[in-house]
């Protein structure tokens, strides 16, 4: 049992990851099928995670409605909304026309279109509450910001055009200079994980103790 | 008189000459114009006003044969580094090649076909160059570079037609011909090949050089770290903070918000996230206090529950941990904001932990949590959404700083050996970035090369 | 007793009620859509090669689209779709459609309903199939590679695909002669390396403005033909097609907000500087 909890594990992720690691170098038929077999193998486990996430989430409301915990009204109205929602879709289906269709388009689409909306709302009041030069480098970048929020939109272009030529300078070079530099130091940080996850040093993906 | 029979004559041979064309072109149906063709403008303004036109002329010159141009040095051969479904046809431009020049190419069972067309193209594409992806080392050293864009024509065929994939070891024929106003022209020879599967891409040559140079970097220093456990790493702020805010809710007698992303487990940077979990959830064992971990993937749930009642575990509390204060919330990404968003207001936590990939509701998230006063550390590789928590959150980790999380907060000889490595890989990129640069300043590209996947 | 000192006009302005500056907010964002200014929409060289590529193509060439957002991104994302759909139905172009977020695909099917009202000639599974969601992202662009109809049996409206004229000539990606992504998040990172890259398939991105940052290192590298960055870029795009709809609607709200923000934090950050040199100069007069 131990072997199954800790060893076998690791010996799999070796396994697995040497051999797709492998894979990438032979462009042979073999490979290809094993490539596209693994990766219909994990669409079906990922189809899975769908009922174990459902599980938890009714685990989770009804022992908040059992303890009377804190806030157990929003649990109620969380579980009668998922089970309506499933019935509906099962009956039903979500396509348009159908009860599922209409709540999806008049309750889910308004409530999280409201929700994006309200960064807008938020933008406003981080960056007044929060872009102040207190320094020489932070003066430079609020500048650039200025430059590019007038200039991405029709009111720089009609204050001047050399302000959304200079906006679109600033995303082209320094911006994207530093992107790049992100994404690259991002990048070898992820390689060196997934070594250390190929050759069993990481083992956090077990959960547990090291 | 004279005038009408050449009218008429000019007539008849433009309708030869239309009816020749539709004969010669294979799919184009000819549309006789509703009103015949008309004569020479000044042939026109003299008939303006006649009454009667008869004119008598000699034919109109014959127009010029049309000569298309064949290729040269054709070959038909396998496709490298491929799984046994391609062949590549190769030839050196027609002399006398022009843009309304046209190439196509069939394939066919036998010598003599059924041909099927597999595709055609100008002679302006199809430059080895642009398609020469397929045969690595040909250009790292920059040999022929400026034939390979301007005299080499390369065409790849993966198909016998029909979309149905050509068959490893089969022997197929290839017609190439020349086309050009509506003249064909096919090249002396049939070639044949039979497509076979390699083992081995050699275009990745130099991505397998680089992979195991890095990995063997990375495994060097890791072995270097169990003899000399003492390797320096820079002061990260984000993770000095950690303690901080631990503490600050334990005085304040309020819980601890951690969330671990909105990525699933196969992204690593909720590996990381969850890694510095483990140590969050021993600390506030040993300080008593309680720690919230909303999640939004279930597969991540599971894990996240077992981290944390291991860190209870080893801190020796393990009656305190909660089962319950792990939990699933919803996969989908603003239910989940406006979830965490009320438990924010609702439990007022006086720590926030923002850990692993976000979206958009990152502002949302640390908005409302700065509109609580909670103390704000947030750690994300997704470079799109760290201006917001910058601008909102105390501490942020930037980048690979939270990769660096792991090694850091644990000072673990493996994982800080690993790091070294990171940084070993990095230094190489910067001065290869720098030498790249100022060697193409100069016209020298073959260092490009080097670092391209070929295929 | 210590007089309590009324803070300043500074003070009050930098702590202004966040409640005040949303009410700004909605204004700018609600005047300008009732009072339209109609401010000028430059095309930008980004959006232009993504309509020239479908432009230029020839009649009935294979064009992918991949509808990666939800509802929250529909704003942006929504308009330069229905936009970018259009074009490829006047241009007659087949085209497969894809959806890897759960919540997507409905609001693909609306699109579709609008622009059939618009040309009711455009018939499913001849000149178009939609394939719907498939759950597994990275996975589901890797098994596209090999073909649609094996990743997706049925189509959005239950029809098996095998059949289907349209796949007949258009099953997988590596058959497309241009690709378009629309994109809320960073599954067009993957769609980049697991599948253009792979199938050698030029791709245009339509993107919404926070991600559109991330997508410029691929354009420059000429991994993407062009970007629709945001609902600008769904503003140009309906420019171009000579269609204005929603996105060209909303330019003049988005252009007031942006300068509301910008007086805001200029203002802000002038008021910062005279309240730290109002504090030095009452600390020197306590000296």
């Given at each position: 049992m131990q072997f199954i909890r800790k060893q076998f594990p690791v010996m799999l992720a070796f396994v697995m990851g040497m051999m797709m690691f492998i894979r990438e170098f032979v462009p042979a038929k073999f490979s290809e099928q094993l490539y596209y077999g693994f990766t219909d193998w994990a669409i079906v486990i990922v189809g899975f995670s769908a009922v174990f996430a459902i599980l938890s989430l009714l685990h989770h409301h009804m022992n908040k409605v059992r303890k009377r915990a804190q806030g157990y009204g929003y649990s109620i109205i969380t579980i009668l909304a998922f089970i309506q929602m499933i019935t509906l879709s099962l009956i039903f289906?979500?396509?348009?026309?159908?009860p599922g269709g209409w709540e999806y388009q008049w309750l889910f689409v308004p409530m999280q279109a409201t929700m994006f909306a309200t960064l807008a709302f938020f933008i406003a009041s981080a960056a007044f509450r929060?872009?102040?030069?207190?320094?020489w480098e932070a003066l430079a970048l609020l500048i650039a910001g200025l430059i590019v929020m007038i200039g991405r939109v029709p009111i720089g272009e009609f204050i001047s055009p050399h302000l959304s030529t200079f906006a679109d300078w600033i995303m082209n070079n320094p911006s994207m200079a530093g992107f790049r530099g992100i994404i690259l130091g991002v990048a070898l940080a992820q390689i060196a994980i997934a070594v250390r996850i190929i050759f069993g040093i990481e083992r956090t993906y077990m959960g547990g103790g090291d | 008189m004279r005038n009408l029979i050449r009218l008429a004559t000019s007539v008849a041979i433009a309708l030869t000459l239309l009816l020749c064309s539709a004969a010669f072109s294979q799919e184009s149906d000819v549309e006789l114009p509703d009103e015949p063709l008309a004569a020479e403008g000044d042939e026109l303004e003299a008939l303006e006003g006649a009454d009667m036109v008869i004119g008598l002329e000699p034919a109109a010159d014959e127009p010029p044969a049309v000569e298309v141009p064949l290729p040269t040095h054709v070959t038909v051969s396998d496709l490298p580094?491929?799984?046994?479904t391609g062949l590549v046809v190769e030839f050196e431009k027609a002399a006398?090649?022009?843009?309304a020049l046209t190439y196509t190419v069939s394939v066919g069972?036998?010598?003599?076909?059924p041909w099927r067309e597999i595709g055609s193209f100008p002679?302006?594409?199809?430059w080895k160059e642009e398609v020469?992806?397929?045969?690595?080392?040909?250009?790292w050293f920059q040999k022929g570079r400026a034939d390979m864009s301007s005299r080499f024509h390369l065409f790849v065929i993966q198909?016998?037609?029909?979309?149905v994939p050509l068959e490893t070891g089969i022997e197929y024929f290839v017609k190439l011909t020349a086309s050009l106003d509506g003249v064909s022209r096919d090249y002396a020879e049939t070639l044949s090949a039979a497509p076979a599967e390699q083992?081995?891409?050699?275009?990745?040559t130099n991505v397998l050089i680089l992979a195991v140079l890095f990995g063997a970097t990375v495994l060097y220093f890791i072995a270097r770290a169990r003899r000399d456990p003492n390797l320096f790493i820079r002061k990260i702020s984000g993770l000095d903070a950690v303690d901080e805010a631990i503490g600050r809710a334990t005085e304040m007698g309020k819980p601890i918000l951690y969330l671990n992303g909105m990525?699933?487990?196969?992204?690593l940077s909720t590996l990381a996230a969850l890694n510095i979990l483990g140590r969050v959830a021993r600390r506030v064992a040993n300080y008593e206090s309680k720690l919230t971990v909303p999640c939004r993937d279930p597969i991540v749930l599971t894990v996240a529950q077992e981290i944390v009642k291991a860190g209870y575990t080893d801190a020796g509390r393990?009656?305190?941990?909660?089962?319950?204060?792990i939990f699933f919330l919803t996969e989908d990404q603003f239910s989940y904001a406006a979830a965490v968003c009320g438990i924010m207001m609702r439990d007022k936590p006086a720590a926030n932990f923002f850990m692993g990939y976000y979206y958009a509701e990152s502002l949302i998230l640390a908005e409302t949590g700065a509109g609580t006063g909670a103390i704000q550390i947030a750690g994300t590789d997704a470079s799109t959404q760290l201006p917001f928590f910058v601008t909102t959150c105390d501490y942020t980790l930037i980048g690979e700083e939270l990769y660096a999380a792991s090694a850091y907060l644990s000072r673990e000889p493996l994982v800080l050996g690993s790091l070294k490595g990171q940084d070993m890989a990095k230094v190489f990129m910067m001065v290869m970035i720098i030498i790249g640069t100022l060697l193409m300043t100069f016209g020298v590209i073959f260092i490009k090369d080097l670092f391209k996947a070929l295929g | 007793m210590e007089k309590v000192q009324k803070p300043s006009f500074i003070e009050r302005f930098l702590q202004l009620d966040r409640r005040i500056i949303y009410t700004l907010v909605a204004l700018a964002v609600a005047i300008p859509l009732l009072f339209p200014m109609g401010l000028p929409i430059k095309v930008t060289p980004e959006v232009q090669s993504v309509y020239d590529m479908i432009e230029d193509l020839p009649e009935g060439s294979n064009i992918l689209i991949s509808a990666d957002f939800d509802p929250a991104s529909m704003p942006e994302l929504y308009p330069m779709m229905k936009s970018v759909m259009r074009h490829i139905v006047r241009k007659h172009h087949k085209l497969a459609i894809t959806v890897?977020?759960?919540?997507g695909p409905n609001l693909v099917a609306q699109c579709i309903e609008e622009l059939k009202l618009e040309?009711?000639?455009?018939?499913?599974?001849?000149?178009?199939?939609?394939l719907g969601y498939q759950v597994g992202g990275a996975i589901v662009i890797i098994s596209v590679g090999d073909s649609f109809s094996d990743t997706f049996p049925k189509d959005y409206y239950g029809?098996?695909?095998?059949?289907m004229p349209i796949i007949k000539e258009f099953?997988?990606?590596?058959?497309?002669d241009y690709m378009v992504m629309f994109e809320a998040g960073n599954s067009g990172d993957w769609w980049i390396v697991y599948g253009t890259e792979v199938h050698d398939v030029p791709v245009g991105g339509g993107v919404t403005a926070v991600v559109a940052p991330m997508y410029y290192p691929y354009l420059q590298a000429k991994q993407l033909n062009g970007i629709i960055g945001g609902l600008k870029g769904a503003a140009e795009y309906e420019k171009l097609t000579e269609v204005p709809a929603l996105a060209t609607a909303a330019m003049d709200s988005q252009s007031m907000v942006h300068a509301l923000i910008f007086v805001a934090i200029v203002l802000a950050n002038i008021f910062a500087l005279m309240f730290v040199g109002q504090k030095r100069r009452q600390a020197r007069e306590e000296m």
């Open positions: 289906s979500v396509r348009p026309g159908t929060a872009f102040r030069a207190r320094t | 580094n491929d799984d046994g006398g090649e022009t843009e069972a036998g010598p003599d076909g002679a302006t594409k199809k020469g992806h397929y045969f690595p080392g040909f250009f198909d016998q037609g029909d979309n083992w081995f891409d050699t275009g990745r990525s699933s487990l196969a992204d393990p009656d305190a941990y909660n089962a319950d204060d | 890897l977020w759960p919540n040309y009711p000639e455009w018939t499913n599974t001849v000149d178009y199939v939609f029809a098996s695909t095998a059949e099953n997988r990606l590596g058959q497309a």
